[in-house]
Protein backbone atom coordinates (compact mmCIF):
# COMPACT_ATOMS: atom_id res chain seq x y z
CA UNK A 1 0.00 0.00 0.00
CA UNK A 2 1.35 3.42 -0.69
CA UNK A 3 1.93 6.08 2.20
CA UNK A 4 0.51 9.19 1.21
CA UNK A 5 2.66 12.58 2.46
CA UNK A 6 1.26 14.65 4.88
CA UNK A 7 1.70 17.78 2.44
CA UNK A 8 -0.92 15.40 -0.12
CA UNK A 9 -3.59 14.40 2.47
CA UNK A 10 -4.13 17.09 5.32
CA UNK A 11 -4.49 19.67 2.72
CA UNK A 12 -6.83 17.42 0.69
CA UNK A 13 -9.07 16.06 4.11
CA UNK A 14 -9.50 20.06 4.61
CA UNK A 15 -10.04 20.62 0.66
CA UNK A 16 -13.12 18.59 1.23
CA UNK A 17 -14.48 19.47 4.19
CA UNK A 18 -14.53 23.19 3.13
CA UNK A 19 -16.28 21.78 -0.45
CA UNK A 20 -18.67 19.87 1.52
CA UNK A 21 -19.42 22.82 4.49
CA UNK A 22 -19.53 25.02 1.33
CA UNK A 23 -22.25 23.01 -0.51
CA UNK A 24 -24.41 22.08 2.81
CA UNK A 25 -24.40 25.89 4.75
CA UNK A 26 -23.88 28.40 2.23
CA UNK A 27 -26.94 28.06 0.25
CA UNK A 28 -29.18 28.26 3.25
CA UNK A 29 -27.15 31.19 4.52
CA UNK A 30 -29.23 34.25 4.26
CA UNK A 31 -27.44 36.32 6.57
CA UNK A 32 -24.26 37.44 4.54
CA UNK A 33 -24.24 38.49 0.98
CA UNK A 34 -23.00 36.61 -1.94
CA UNK A 35 -19.73 38.40 -2.42
CA UNK A 36 -19.04 37.47 1.34
CA UNK A 37 -19.68 33.96 0.58
CA UNK A 38 -17.57 33.54 -2.40
CA UNK A 39 -14.70 35.35 -0.78
CA UNK A 40 -14.85 33.34 2.43
CA UNK A 41 -14.87 30.22 -0.09
CA UNK A 42 -12.06 31.39 -1.85
CA UNK A 43 -9.80 32.32 1.53
CA UNK A 44 -10.19 29.28 2.35
CA UNK A 45 -8.71 27.36 -0.53
CA UNK A 46 -6.21 29.95 -0.62
CA UNK A 47 -4.92 29.24 2.90
CA UNK A 48 -5.70 25.45 1.53
CA UNK A 49 -3.07 25.60 -1.25
CA UNK A 50 -0.72 27.75 1.40
CA UNK A 51 -0.88 25.16 3.71
CA UNK A 52 0.14 22.50 0.87
CA UNK A 53 2.99 24.68 -0.48
CA UNK A 54 4.34 25.27 3.55
CA UNK A 55 4.15 21.00 4.10
CA UNK A 56 5.55 20.48 0.81
CA UNK A 57 8.76 23.05 0.99
CA UNK A 58 9.11 21.43 4.38
CA UNK A 59 9.12 17.86 3.46
CA UNK A 60 12.21 18.84 0.37
CA UNK A 61 13.54 20.42 3.42
CA UNK A 62 13.76 17.14 5.29
CA UNK A 63 14.40 15.03 2.70
CA UNK A 64 17.50 17.42 1.78
CA UNK A 65 18.45 17.01 5.57
CA UNK A 66 18.76 13.30 5.50
CA UNK A 67 20.44 13.15 2.20
CA UNK A 68 23.15 15.37 3.41
CA UNK A 69 23.40 12.90 7.21
CA UNK A 70 23.45 9.42 4.52
CA UNK A 71 26.16 10.96 2.30
CA UNK A 72 28.11 12.08 5.86
CA UNK A 73 27.66 8.90 6.96
CA UNK A 74 29.31 6.91 4.06
CA UNK A 75 32.47 8.77 3.60
CA UNK A 76 33.10 9.41 6.98
CA UNK A 77 31.43 5.50 9.28
CA UNK A 78 33.81 6.45 12.33
Known amino acids: MRKF ?3 FWMPFILFLYTTGM ?3 FLP ?3 EISE ?3 WATIGMSYV ?3 LLW ?3 RKK ?3 MEKRNK ?3 ETYKNNPN
Open 28 to 30: RNS
Open 22 to 24: AIY
Open 5 to 7: KKS
Open 35 to 37: TEK
Open 68 to 70: EIE
Open 59 to 61: EKM
Open 47 to 49: VIV
Open 53 to 55: WVL
